[in-house]
Every structure is written in C-alpha cells, then in structure tokens.
C-alpha cells in the first residue's frame, strides 16, 4: 500500500466516524490503522480500525468499512498460551453483512451481497443495523462487508493478537509494509 | 426505589443516549439499569447502564449519568478466582469527574466540584471529555460524577462482577428491591 493510499483511506474513514456520531482525539485521527492485509486492493478488501485500548485482558476498537468493503474471512487461534480471541461486533452505523459458520449448512447462494475477490468458505448470514450486534467465538471462521452506506462497527473483545489470525486467502500478510 | 422513580430515570437516561447518537435496540432501552445502590438519592447518587455483553471474558456497557449525578466510591476485588474486574471508561458525551486513588497524596480540596453526599476517600482528579478515557486497573479505588450536562460513558471491561464490588459507603447495597 502506497502512503497516499493510506491518507486517502483515512480521510475516508474520518468521514464515516462522523457519520455514527463517534468522537475521537486528534491522536486517534492521526493514526487510523489502514489495513489492506497485502492484498491491494484496500478500497474492496481492508478496514479501517481504532484501537481505543488493548491490555493484557481486554481491547476495544471502533472499525470503519467504506460501502462494500470486505474484511476477509479469518478466525482467531489461541496465542500465548490463551483461549483464541473472543470478539463483539456492535453496528452503529450503516449495515453489516456478517457471515460465520454456526450454521454449516449454508450455502454461496444464501449470501445477500456479490461474492468478494478474495476466499470464503463460510456463508451463514447476519445482518447488522445501528444498535444490533453479534458475539463471534475463539476458532469461528467469519468475514463482513459493508453495504452501500458503508458502516462503523464497535469490537469489544479480550486481548487483540490479531497478528496471529488464521486467514483463509493465503495471499494475506497481516502487517504489509507501507511504500513510500 | 420506586418503579414510577425507574421508568422517570430511565426516559431521562433516554434523553442522553440520544445526546450521545448512541442507538439502542428497543429491548435496551426498555431495560435500562438504574441503580441507586440502596441510598434512596438516585438523582444524586446512582447511574444508568445499558449492559451490551457480559461474558465470562468481556463485558461492554453504556452508562448514563446525569448532571451532577456520582458513581459511588468502590473497588473491584477478585472475583470466582480471577482477578478483579480491570475497566476502560471512555466519555462519548459530556463531562465526567474522575477520582482515583493514583496520586494518593491527592486531596479534598483538589476536588474541583462539590463533594458528594456519600464517603469518598481518593481525590486524583482526571477530567474526560468526548473522545478522551482512562483505565481503571483492578483494586484501584474510583468514584466519578458529571458535571452540569450530564455523561455519557462507553466502559470497556474483563466480565463484569459488580456484585462483589466493595463500596466505601457501608450504607451502599448494590442490588436493591424495587417497590411496587
């Protein structure tokens, strides 16, 4: 990802932070995460996060998708000796197309939205609005994807150790380098 | 407490949620917490949460204080063999008055607002406005109030095991009948 992409993707991500009422310090602003996961195409697939806190025991992060963007299918593996991540997604914005594997049975043809350029496996939908949520278990598989409003999701979750994620698109690097 | 004394708290709490772009479901605000903690002064003493999650791991909430309304004085011991609770509070709306026992030194006359009617012991003063949050480490003494707007608090936390907290009021019972 090139350095201007990254200012783009931030300046786009303010914009929908603002949208779902959420307050941040200029810190915050300055540093949103912009994260294309190697794949480069960040505008499709990525997601814009903040991390407002992440201790040894718990992290909350506000994460913005621009309309239609994807974050890919993953699950969260135990790390340092730990259960694997625990995370709850909250919409506050827009609409968010969850799909995880609680019901094995589902099928590409059950996915309400374009099938995304990178690996799903996994297709059992929900559907998040402002003030709904979901709670995702350590080693379920998921992705989300924003509909055309794009959306801002809050996590609440136990420590992030999203450096270890298991990724179904094996072309995925989690901490890409940034070109300058 | 009286129940005509719950649902008035609870459409003023309402009112701040609102203030805060905060959306709920129509379940949460029909449930929303109001604890006056036994002193029978909730306006004065008392707050309002809406509890997102509560796992054995994670715990969201959103509380409501309104103006001039204190979270008594109390700590989070350790709990069913984990340690005590540790908390993220993150103001979305308003101004919140927090008293820790950090700088132990700290005294009444730091307070910068009334004190309240209920024994406070810990006078470090941090103020939080949007966007700005401070992490309660467990066993740190904590008591916070608004100012004259009211707050609106995001807490981000390990489970939440408020029923073992330890309060410095002895009068203080946490979870009291509400009358008919």
Known sequence: MKRSEVIEMRELALQYYAKAGIILTDEEKANIEVADLGLGMVKTVGLEIVTYINTERV?????VLIPHQVCPEHRHV??????????TFRCRYGKVYLYTDTNKNAKKEDVS?????T???VFDETILLPGQQFTIMPGTLHWFAAGEEGAVISEFSTRSTDETDWFTDKRIVREPKVEE
């Not at 992290?59 to 994460?63: F, L, P």
């Not at 790390?79 to 995370?87: A, C, H, I, M, Q």
């Open 59 to 63: 992290c909350a992060k506000e994460m």
């Open 113 to 117: 939205i374009p099938l995304p350029p």
């Open 78 to 87: 135990p790390t340092d000796g730990n259960e694997g991540k625990e995370e």
């Open 119 to 121: 690996d799903v496996t």
